[in-house]
């Protein structure tokens, strides 16, 4: 059974950092473009970032560019997103997700072609 289980959210004031990180299990974590994306209350799913298997194409949404790096280590089947100079405004619940590589990694940001997605971590931002 594949799991995606992330961590590292939590109460940060305005300008912090958090690091985010998902470890999967029960696929072939190398066999996956793996990204974030977020929901904040009364909003859509809204993607993040992107990063395909090998690391080598990595995409963000406009509002977190120069915040937010993604990467990932296949030997440890981890992802990580290190946030940092947080704003309120990415006050949300974090998701994991991930798809296979058989899939065009354009596909991502639109969500509807994601094989799999982690329960989500909280991340709140205070002004």
């Known amino acids: 059974q594949v799991q995606l289980a992330e961590s590292g959210g939590g109460l940060v004031q305005a300008g912090g950092s958090l690091r985010l990180s998902c470890v999967a299990s029960?696929?072939?974590?190398?066999?996956?473009?793996m990204g974030w994306f977020r929901q904040a209350p009364g909003k859509e799913r809204e993607f993040v970032a992107v990063?395909?298997?090998?690391?080598?194409?990595?995409y963000y949404v406009d509002s977190v560019k120069g915040r937010f790096t993604i990467s990932r280590d296949n030997a440890k089947n981890t992802v990580w997103l290190q946030m940092n100079s947080l704003k309120p405004e990415d006050t949300a619940v974090y998701y994991c997700?991930?798809?296979?590589?058989?899939?065009?990694?354009?596909?991502?940001?639109?969500?509807?072609?994601?094989?799999?997605w982690g329960q989500g971590t909280q991340v709140t931002v205070s002004s």
């Open positions: 990063i395909t298997w090998s690391g080598g194409n990595i």
């Open positions: 029960g696929l072939t974590f190398s066999r996956y473009h």
């Open positions: 997700a991930a798809q296979d590589t058989d899939k065009s990694i354009t596909t991502f940001p639109g969500a509807l072609r994601v094989d799999y």
